[in-house]
């Protein structure tokens, strides 16, 4: 059974820290791109960022870049977002999702992720 399952959310201070993970299971992980989405109330979903199958490519929206660092490990069949300095604005419910291969040019389009995982919960609060 396809399933992705995100864990590692909370609570957390300004300027803090956070691991997010999104664990595979019914296919193998190895052979797709993984992005980390990310919606807040009353607001659009938006891509956070993506990893290649190989994890050999990398990409973060300008909104966390130098902040957020994604990065996989396939025989754990598992993908992380780890997370620095956080700001109430990363406040959100953060998903990963599977995409063929590559991120490519469109990988902050959601339409291109063919699975979602259910949602992890990240609030930035003092």
């Known amino acids: 059974q396809l399933q992705l399952v995100e864990s590692g959310g909370g609570l957390v201070q300004p300027g803090g820290s956070l691991r997010l993970s999104c664990a595979a299971s019914g296919f193998t992980l190895g052979s797709y791109a993984i992005g980390w989405f990310r919606q807040a109330p009353g607001k659009e979903r938006e891509g956070v960022s993506c990893?290649?199958?190989?994890?050999?490519?990398?990409y973060y929206a300008d909104s966390v870049k130098g902040r957020f660092t994604i990065s996989r490990d396939n025989a754990k069949k598992t993908v992380y977002l780890q997370m620095n300095n956080l700001k109430p604005e990363d406040t959100a419910v953060y998903y990963c999702a599977r995409k063929s291969q590559f991120c490519g040019s469109y990988y902050r389009r959601a339409d291109m992720y063919d699975y979602w995982g259910q949602g992890t919960q990240v609030t930035v609060s003092s």
């Open positions: 990893i290649s199958s190989s994890g050999t490519m990398t």
